[in-house]
């Protein structure tokens, strides 16, 4: 959260709502723009600061929000530092959300068989 602080500190924001306004925990899900009109979220995702994630309602600005993900695995940035191997044989991805989980991830097992989708590289969930 620092990262976002020290990028947006105190000018003016604008927040851009997609069909749902609230995640099923009541947290608010926003775009948020700077006043030049920069998106915080592409520039966290893009700098691999930040992992997409989506609901099923907000898929708006899905295609470019997960091409600069996959830009930002590809170069090995921020939270993709540690590169990808490519040792496994499958991932699994969740169609609900589109995150994707190494087959020994807690998280991909517990992935309904409803929402569990598999894929041979990570960079193709993305």
């Known amino acids: 959260m620092r990262i976002a602080a ?9 927040l851009e709502y997609d069909t749902t306004k609230r995640d099923q925990y009541g ?23 930040a992992h997409v994630l ?6 708006k600005d899905k295609d470019f929000l997960l091409r600069y993900q996959r830009d930002a695995m590809k170069k090995n940035l921020g939270i993709w530092s ?6 496994e044989k499958i991932y699994f991805g969740n169609n ?17 068989s409803r929402n569990l989708v598999k894929f041979r590289s990570p960079y193709d969930v993305c």
């Open 6 to 14: 020290n990028l947006v500190g105190n000018p003016r924001i604008r």
């Open 27 to 49: 947290r608010l899900i926003a775009y948020v723009f700077l006043e030049n009109g920069d998106m915080v979220n592409a520039i966290l995702v893009r700098k691999g600061l």
């Open 54 to 59: 989506f609901t099923q309602d907000n898929l």
């Open 82 to 87: 540690a590169p990808l191997t490519g040792e």
């Open 96 to 112: 609900g959300s589109y995150r994707f989980h190494r087959p020994d991830c807690t998280f991909g097992k517990q992935i309904s």
